[in-house]
């Protein structure tokens, strides 16, 4: 059959190394490239399809390149950060600055992006070498740590210099990107210029972890011991990792400054480093087709769920104002958030099934009675007032995405990638399963 | 059972034939598209400021809508992040919106040449550049409420005031959220200690803002100024009165800015009695003695409902977020007078607004004047100290230095 393999017949590395093994792979990335790079721009070109929707999935782009960027970090080399939207910033600094003070003789108008992209990936990986040094001595939690207060460090520094940020404000506008003398501005020009840099990240990933640098990654990941005695300088390739890791995010930050015109840091803080680790936490650490799902997963779902909400809430919702939703939400994040970490730990796969169940119950229980105690107290015929839906939509919004979060990572701790791959395995040898 | 499945599958589809027949009768309507944090960092403000957003639009649609045209409000929530907020713009774009609500400093920033592009005009009251209030530079932005330049002037004028008429050789204490929203003002500041002839020094307050022991004492121990001007956010401003208070430092020497400045601030200082004396700064009336306030209570009451307690509780940011929508529902109302009764455009809508004058609502809206220049309206601002378990307004409107001000959009205009 043209998708399956019914045993191993690589007669070369060349075809061990291959990066779609089977033919149904290489089919599957060019429908997708295909759909992303001419049906969708298609449809909205021919109205089936609003242009509202490219802003979507520029913004999955853009989180592409930065989520691929933490992914080899934590993904592929197993050590954590939680400093990466600082180095985001670091990026969208570097190209504020190259594009408002080069002088514009030299390039007849701003610093072209073909420069100020590669010149913020440079000082973002050189920024986060620095930051990686820890990593030579401490692991894990403390390491997590350590990246913590390069985030606040990154932060202070850049609101504490007006050098760097432009002044008071903080903030540096940044024209917009021109190709060929022509400025890109219209949402479907952004939508292909962040598509062709996520593409690039995504097979520059691909291949850097089939790599030698990629493997000497893994080995390190697996076990950073028997890495040094096997001979991978754990020093080098550790700084290496935390330098590539941060490039991607020194990309993801200038791609970011063009695509909202303004170089800020308040776009870049903490909250987005944590979402960035569930992110490819969700999606599956140590896989490319898991950091995109993990990206759409957190891109598009609280949309999709704001969109349901508003729409169809009113149906089944009536006067929610009166609910101490605020209360209710606080409950959730008391006893949801350190379930997820603890869900994400690794350790937590080995438990054992009735431990696993058991806490699962305790995260989900009272989600899920929350949930179903809001829907049950205001349940009516009536119709909300906008005021109402909107209130609810925003709350929902967070408690339907945190339970999603829960569920998808009890069901395979592994992320999306794996989910999918059992899907999968299932259907390779379907009907014929053993 | 067939027949009763085919029974429900025909009930569904009148239902949806109901439901889009619905939406299609509302035509003549115009939207507006507004962001909103009500889950976010900044939720304390969200929570009731957009409730009142909404009440205030309910009021006016209950009252015929503007000119005919009904109003509807489309709310994206996004927890003071700047991507939904990008998104959220296309979205009202998508939905045909002619005047977009920005919320939050991150996000007007990043939205500033999307709305020029789009010729969409927005409004930044209490948060967003200063600089902003320059209509030539940025001409689909306008702040409508004092700016932080602006407050830093009134605030200085109320300590003269306060200080006997003089502030020569007079200390003032500038303490401030260290974010770029709370260093904003230290120019202005400046150049007033230089004119006035007062000394000033600034004490920063890292995010986010509940641990200044170290500050306040450094104030009160060894600054000992005259007056104490404070810009903080979030829980910052209770945690000041606290410490301040504590100190034995005299509340009646403290003027906090728009953020430092609501009920909800006092109530978490630990009460009415322990912030006595304490002023605030604000770019909307407080309380519930204006017309407008009232007649939301009538709709609520012609309803059958409660009146919301956020309009009891939190009177500071419910009057923010009528505040909010009367203006722009103001601009939209004179854009459709000048297009006859015709549905205008965005680009309308923007121009209305430099029309804006003499709309005071009661007395609870500043007395702006937007000229195309001045999309801040004269930077307006009322001084309410609490007295007796409420807020007391103790100054009318006032403007201060504006020549001060003038020269610094200038100077930022040449940057």
Same mark, same amino acid.
């Given at each position: 059959?043209?998708?399956?393999?019914?045993?191993?017949?690589?007669?070369?590395?060349?075809?061990?190394?291959?990066?779609?093994?089977?033919?149904?792979?290489?089919?599957?990335?060019?429908?997708?490239?295909?759909?992303?790079?001419?049906?969708?721009?298609?449809?909205?070109?021919?109205?089936?399809?609003?242009?509202?929707?490219?802003?979507?999935?520029?913004?999955?782009?853009?989180?592409?390149?930065?989520?691929?960027?933490?992914?080899?970090?934590?993904?592929?080399?197993?050590?954590?950060?939680?400093?990466?939207?600082?180095?985001?910033?670091?990026?969208?600094?570097?190209?504020?600055?190259? $594009?408002?003070?080069?002088?514009?003789?030299?390039?007849?108008?701003?610093?072209?992006?073909?420069?100020?992209?590669?010149?913020?990936?440079?000082?973002?990986?050189?920024?986060?070498?620095?930051?990686?040094?820890?990593?030579?001595?401490?692991?894990?939690?403390?390491?997590?740590?350590?990246?913590?207060?390069?985030?606040?460090?990154?932060?202070?520094?850049?609101?504490?210099?007006?050098?760097?940020?432009?002044?008071?404000?903080?903030?540096?506008?940044?024209?917009?990107?021109?190709?060929?003398?022509?400025?890109?501005?219209?949402?479907?020009?952004?939508?292909?210029?962040?598509?062709?840099?996520?593409?690039?990240?995504?097979?520059?990933?691909?291949?850097?972890?089939?790599?030698?640098?990629?493997?000497?990654?893994?080995?390190?990941?697996?076990?950073?011991?028997?890495?040094?005695?096997?001979?991978?300088?754990?020093?080098?390739?550790?700084?290496?990792?935390?330098?590539?890791?941060?490039?991607?995010?020194?990309?993801?930050?200038?791609?970011?400054?063009?695509?909202?015109?303004?170089?800020?840091?308040?776009?870049?803080?903490?909250?987005?480093?944590?979402?960035?680790?569930?992110?490819?936490?969700?999606?599956?650490?140590?896989?490319?087709?898991?950091?995109?799902?993990?990206?759409?997963?957190?891109?598009?779902?609280?949309?999709?769920?704001?969109?349901?909400?508003?729409?169809?809430?009113?149906?089944?919702?009536?006067?929610?104002?009166?609910?101490?939703?605020?209360?209710?939400?606080?409950?959730?994040?008391?006893?949801?958030?350190?379930? =997820?970490?603890?869900?994400?730990?690794?350790?937590?796969?080995?438990?054992?099934?009735?431990?696993?169940?058991?806490?699962?119950?305790?995260?989900? $229980?009272?989600?899920?009675?929350?949930?179903?105690?809001?829907?049950?107290? =205001?349940?009516?015929?009536?119709?909300?007032?906008?005021?109402?839906?909107?209130?609810?939509?925003?709350?929902?919004?967070?408690?339907?995405?945190?339970?999603?979060?829960?569920?998808?990572?009890?069901?395979?701790?592994?992320?999306?990638?794996?989910?999918?791959?059992?899907?999968?395995?299932?259907?390779? $040898?379907?009907?014929?399963?053993? | 059972?067939?027949?009763?499945?085919?029974?429900?599958?025909?009930?569904?589809?009148?239902?949806?034939?109901?439901?889009?027949?619905?939406?299609?009768?509302?035509?003549?309507?115009?939207?507006?598209?507004?962001?909103?944090?009500?889950?976010?960092?900044?939720?304390?403000?969200?929570?009731?400021?957009?409730?009142?957003?909404?009440?205030?639009?309910?009021?006016?649609?209950?009252? &015929?809508?503007?000119?005919?045209?009904?109003?509807?409000?489309?709310?994206?929530?996004?927890?003071?992040?700047?991507?939904?907020?990008?998104?959220?713009?296309?979205?009202?774009?998508?939905?045909?919106?002619?005047?977009?609500?920005?919320?939050?400093?991150?996000?007007?920033?990043?939205?500033?040449?999307?709305?020029?592009?789009? *010729?969409?005009?927005?409004?930044?009251?209490?948060?967003?550049?200063?600089?902003?209030?320059?209509? *030539?530079?940025?001409?689909? !932005?306008?702040?409508?409420?004092?700016?932080?330049?602006?407050?830093?002037?009134?605030?200085?004028? @109320?300590?003269?005031?306060?200080?006997? &008429?003089?502030?020569?050789?007079?200390?003032?204490?500038?303490? @401030?959220?260290?974010?770029?929203?709370?260093?904003?003002?230290?120019?202005?500041?400046? +150049?007033?200690?230089?004119?006035?002839?007062?000394?000033?020094?600034?004490?920063?307050?890292?995010?986010?803002?509940?641990?200044?022991?170290?500050?306040?004492?450094?104030?009160?121990?060894?600054? %000992?100024?005259?007056?104490?001007?404070?810009?903080?956010?979030?829980?910052?401003?209770?945690?000041?009165? *606290?410490?301040?208070? &504590?100190?034995? @430092?005299?509340?009646?020497?403290?003027?906090?800015?728009?953020?430092?400045?609501?009920?909800?601030?006092?109530?978490?200082?630990?009460?009415?009695?322990?912030?006595?004396?304490?002023?605030?700064?604000?770019?909307?009336?407080?309380?519930? +003695?204006?017309?407008?306030?009232?007649?939301?209570?009538?709709?609520?009451?012609?309803?059958?409902?409660?009146?919301? %307690?956020?309009?009891?509780?939190?009177?500071?940011?419910?009057?923010?977020?009528? @505040?909010?929508?009367? !203006?722009?529902?103001?601009?939209?109302?004179?854009?459709?007078?000048?297009? %006859?009764?015709?549905?205008?455009?965005?680009?309308?809508?923007?121009?209305?607004?430099?029309?804006?004058?003499?709309?005071?609502?009661?007395?609870?809206?500043?007395?702006?004047?937007?000229?195309?220049? +001045?999309?801040?309206? &004269?930077?307006?601002?009322?001084?309410?100290?609490?007295?007796?378990?409420?807020?007391?307004?103790?100054?009318?409107?006032?403007?201060?230095?504006?020549?001060?001000?003038?020269?610094?959009?200038?100077?930022?205009?040449?940057?």
């Amino acid at each position: 059959m043209f998708h399956r393999e019914a045993g191993t017949f690589k007669t070369s590395y060349a075809k061990d190394m291959a990066l779609f093994p089977l033919p149904i792979a290489k089919g599957a990335a060019a429908f997708f490239l295909a759909t992303v790079a001419v049906a969708i721009p298609a449809a909205v070109l021919t109205g089936l399809m609003h242009e509202y929707y490219l802003t979507i999935f520029t913004q999955i782009f853009i989180a592409i390149v930065g989520a691929l960027g933490l992914n080899i970090l934590v993904g592929w080399t197993g050590q954590i950060s939680i400093g990466h939207a600082a180095f985001m910033s670091v990026g969208a600094y570097t190209v504020g600055n190259l $594009v408002t003070k080069v002088p514009h003789e030299i390039f007849g108008g701003p610093m072209p992006f073909w420069l100020t992209i590669p010149a913020g990936g440079l000082m973002a990986a050189l920024i986060g070498t620095v930051v990686g040094i820890p990593s030579l001595r401490i692991k894990g939690t403390y390491l997590a740590i350590a990246t913590l207060a390069s985030q606040l460090i990154i932060e202070w520094i850049i609101n504490h210099t007006p050098a760097i940020s432009g002044g008071a404000g903080a903030s540096i506008q940044v024209p917009r990107p021109t190709l060929f003398g022509n400025e890109l501005k219209t949402p479907m020009e952004i939508y292909y210029f962040t598509l062709f840099f996520a593409v690039v990240a995504i097979v520059a990933t691909m291949n850097l972890v089939r790599s030698r640098i990629g493997r000497a990654f893994v080995a390190i990941r697996d076990q950073d011991i028997a890495a040094e005695i096997i001979g991978i300088n754990i020093f080098r390739y550790k700084l290496l990792s935390f330098a590539i890791s941060s490039f991607y995010a020194g990309v993801c930050g200038v791609l970011f400054a063009y695509y909202s015109s303004i170089a800020n840091y308040e776009a870049f803080q903490i909250n987005i480093s944590i979402d960035y680790l569930a992110m490819i936490i969700i999606g599956g650490l140590g896989s490319v087709l898991g950091t995109i799902l993990g990206v759409i997963f957190v891109q598009l779902l609280p949309v999709a769920i704001r969109e349901v909400v508003t729409a169809y809430g009113g149906y089944v919702i009536a006067n929610p104002e009166q609910m101490q939703l605020d209360s209710l939400l606080r409950t959730l994040m008391i006893w949801g958030i350190p379930l =997820l970490v603890l869900l994400a730990v690794r350790r937590f796969v080995s438990l054992g099934f009735w431990t696993r169940l058991i806490v699962t119950l305790l995260a989900i $229980v009272p989600a899920a009675m929350t949930a179903l105690g809001v829907l049950t107290y =205001l349940f009516g015929s009536q119709f909300a007032n906008t005021s109402a839906l909107s209130a609810m939509a925003a709350s929902l919004k967070l408690i339907i995405f945190g339970m999603l979060i829960i569920f998808f990572l009890v069901v395979e701790p592994e992320g999306l990638a794996r989910l999918w791959r059992n899907v999968r395995n299932y259907f390779r $040898v379907w009907p014929f399963s053993y | 059972m067939w027949k009763s499945g085919l029974k429900q599958l025909a009930a569904a589809a009148g239902l949806l034939g109901l439901m889009s027949a619905g939406a299609v009768a509302q035509d003549k309507e115009l939207i507006i598209g507004m962001q909103c944090d009500r889950t976010g960092p900044t939720q304390i403000v969200g929570t009731t400021l957009c409730p009142a957003y909404h009440d205030y639009v309910a009021l006016i649609n209950s009252k &015929g809508g503007v000119e005919g045209w009904k109003i509807k409000v489309i709310e994206i929530d996004h927890e003071y992040k700047v991507p939904p907020a990008m998104e959220a713009h296309e979205r009202f774009k998508k939905e045909g919106a002619i005047f977009h609500s920005v919320y939050g400093t991150p996000q007007i920033a990043a939205l500033a040449k999307k709305l020029e592009e789009d *010729k969409m005009a927005a409004t930044s009251p209490g948060f967003g550049s200063a600089a902003a209030a320059d209509g *030539k530079r940025f001409p689909y !932005i306008f702040p409508v409420a004092a700016t932080y330049w602006s407050q830093a002037t009134v605030a200085v004028q @109320f300590a003269k005031k306060q200080l006997g &008429g003089n502030l020569k050789g007079k200390k003032i204490a500038y303490i @401030f959220f260290d974010n770029p929203a709370g260093k904003e003002p230290i120019g202005v500041l400046e +150049d007033l200690a230089k004119a006035e002839g007062f000394q000033m020094r600034t004490f920063g307050v890292p995010s986010p803002g509940i641990e200044m022991g170290a500050q306040i004492l450094d104030i009160t121990g060894r600054f %000992k100024p005259d007056f104490v001007i404070a810009h903080l956010f979030g829980r910052a401003p209770a945690v000041a009165i *606290k410490e301040l208070k &504590g100190k034995g @430092f005299p509340l009646s020497k403290v003027v906090g800015f728009v953020w430092a400045s609501s009920e909800a601030d006092i109530l978490a200082a630990g009460g009415w009695n322990i912030a006595e004396g304490y002023h605030t700064l604000q770019y909307a009336g407080v309380g519930r +003695d204006y017309q407008v306030i009232r007649d939301i209570e009538a709709m609520y009451k012609a309803q059958n409902k409660e009146i919301p %307690k956020q309009m009891i509780d939190n009177s500071v940011m419910y009057n923010r977020g009528i @505040f909010q929508a009367a !203006i722009q529902i103001e601009a939209i109302r004179l854009a459709v007078v000048a297009k %006859k009764g015709e549905k205008p455009t965005g680009q309308d809508v923007r121009d209305a607004f430099e029309r804006v004058k003499n709309f005071t609502l009661g007395g609870l809206a500043p007395p702006l004047a937007i000229t195309p220049e +001045d999309h801040e309206g &004269g930077g307006w601002v009322q001084v309410w100290t609490v007295k007796g378990g409420k807020f007391v307004k103790t100054t009318d409107w006032q403007q201060a230095y504006r020549d001060v001000i003038k020269k610094h959009l200038a100077d930022e205009a040449k940057k």
